[in-house]
């Protein structure tokens, strides 16, 4: 099942805009690029990249971003409307089981909508 395209990042402007103006944090086996959008409203949305440099293997990268899908898409409620989200995986996403990538996503995310309010 596809995120709805609402819940989708695709623009490459935004991938630069989050890298460089929103938070990054290393979570292990995935990095996370978190901010705010621009416009605030609207669903949170999502986005994974997976380098071909790191997993090499085409069914692996497929898996990685499975693997990341399912994680956003576990807790919908978990990212507040207006926030977006780039997940980089690294190979050791491909070592932990599902509900281990749960809950550092849910931990990662808690942490810097956080940070944010202070």
Do not use: H, Y
Request: with cysteine; proline share 8%; aromatic share 6%.
């Amino acid at each position: 099942m596809r995120l709805p395209r609402e819940r989708r990042i695709r623009a490459s402007a935004d991938f630069s805009r989050l890298r460089q103006e929103g938070s990054r944090l290393d979570c292990g086996p995935f990095l996370l690029n978190i901010g705010r959008a621009p416009t605030a409203t609207g669903p949170a949305r999502f986005a994974v990249v997976v380098a071909k440099k790191s997993i090499p293997l085409a069914v692996n990268r497929n898996r990685a971003k499975r693997l990341a899908r399912e994680v956003f898409r576990a807790d919908p409620l978990l990212l507040p409307e207006g926030w977006e989200v780039v997940l980089v995986a690294r190979p050791s996403i491909l070592k932990k089981p599902l509900a281990t990538l749960k809950r550092l996503f849910s931990v990662a995310v808690a942490g810097a909508l956080a940070k944010e309010k202070l």
